[in-house]
Every structure is written in structure tokens, then in C-alpha cells.
Nanobody, 114 residues
Framework: QVQLVESGGGLVQAGGSLTLSCVVSGTIFSISNAGWYSQAPGKQREWVASITSGGSANYADSVKDRFTISRDNAKKTVYLRMDSLKPEDTAVYYC????????WGRGTQVTVSS
């Protein structure tokens, strides 16, 4: 059974940093692509960043050069380092992995104050 648990969210001032973690149970992590998505109040869930099983990363334009996605296959964990945070980054952040199907975590709240 695959389960994803995010952590690391919180309240931070604009310009600050946070690192989100997502621990994945099960055996498919190392062969799965992984990603982070955000959902702000009243808005649809949006793609933020993704990383392939081979380690290639891609980013939404809004976070490029500020966020870094990485993974540790031995720890079955995917990370999202968020720097230079802005109030508009405030959202619930969800972790997702995908192989033949996708799996989602329950999210972690990130609030950036101005």
C-alpha cells in the first residue's frame, strides 16, 4: 500500500525559506516520478515542480529559481526547498508520485506573511 505523508509547512515571513518533505511508504518510490502541487484558497490545484525517477527536475515559471525539488530514494523521500517566499505562495502543498497510477498526500499548509 502506498501512502504519502508531507511535513515541513508553517508560517514564514516574505523572503524566508521552508523545506517540505514527503515520505512515501511502499516499494515503488524509486521507480516513480514525483511532484509537488499547491492549492490556494478558492483556486484549483496547480503544478509546482516535478522530478523524474532519474532525477530530472522541472518547475512552474512562478517558482523557477526560487524552489528546488529533490529526492532521496534510500529514504523514500521527496523534498521541496522554497526560498524567497512570497505571500502569493501561500497554499496547501501536496506531494504526488506516479507510476502506473498517481498517489497523493494530504497536504501541508504554507502561509507566507507580508
Amino acid at each position: 500500500q502506498v501512502q504519502l505523508v508531507e511535513s515541513g509547512g508553517g508560517l514564514v515571513q516574505a523572503g524566508g525559506s521552508l523545506t517540505l518533505s514527503c515520505v512515501v511508504s511502499g516499494t515503488i518510490f524509486s521507480i516513480s516520478n514525483a511532484g509537488w502541487y499547491s492549492q490556494a484558497p478558492g483556486k484549483q490545484r496547480e503544478w509546482v515542480a516535478s522530478i523524474t525517477s532519474g532525477g530530472s527536475a522541472n518547475y512552474a515559471d512562478s517558482v523557477k529559481d526560487r524552489f528546488t525539488i529533490s529526492r532521496d530514494n534510500a529514504k523514500k523521500t521527496v523534498y521541496l526547498r522554497m526560498d524567497s517566499l512570497k505571500p502569493e505562495d501561500t497554499a496547501v502543498y501536496y506531494c504526488m508520485i506516479a507510476r502506473t497510477q498517481s498517489y497523493w498526500g494530504r497536504g501541508t499548509q504554507v502561509t507566507v506573511s507580508s
